[in-house]
Structure formats: structure tokens, C-alpha cells
């Protein structure tokens, strides 16, 4: 599965990406390990304090990836 996210990666510019997972994880983040879910995200929200990283109100080491409060389906559970 693609992993996708929107990216800030300077100040005031925002990316969206396709393949995060291909650009930051790599193939073994896509096989969940013990205890762990591999989740859809659904809908997230961006917070305050993405806004205030995006304006550069909070320093910050770019790129970052913008979205924490999540709405999910979970995608594959690790065997047990």
C-alpha cells in the first residue's frame, strides 16, 4: 500500500506526498511487527500547533509531517 501525508517542508509551503513510504519508511514498515496494526486513516485534523510550525511561530527541522488527530480503519493486523 501507498503511504501518503502532507508535508511541510519550508516555511508557509506545504507538500502533499504519495509514496512516504517509499521516501522516509521503506519495505519493512509496510509488514506490522507484535502488537502493532497497520491503520486507514479516514480523516485528520490539523491542530494549532501545525499552523504555528507552517507560519514559523515554532521553529522547527523541516520536512514534517502535518497531522496527529486521527479518524481510522485499521488495514492489517500483525499475526499472532
Request: proline share 5%; with cysteine; aromatic share 8%.
Amino acid at each position: 500500500p501507498a503511504f501518503k501525508a502532507v508535508l511541510i517542508s519550508d516555511i508557509d509551503t506545504v507538500i502533499i506526498v504519495d509514496n512516504l513510504d517509499k521516501l522516509k519508511f521503506g519495505a519493512s514498515a509496510l509488514e506490522p511487527r507484535p502488537q502493532e496494526a497497520i491503520i486507514r486513516v479516514e480523516r485528520a485534523g490539523v491542530c494549532g500547533t501545525d499552523l504555528a510550525l507552517f507560519s514559523g511561530d515554532y521553529k522547527s527541522d523541516f520536512p514534517l509531517v502535518l497531522g496527529h488527530e486521527f479518524v481510522v480503519g485499521y488495514r492489517q493486523l500483525a499475526k499472532t
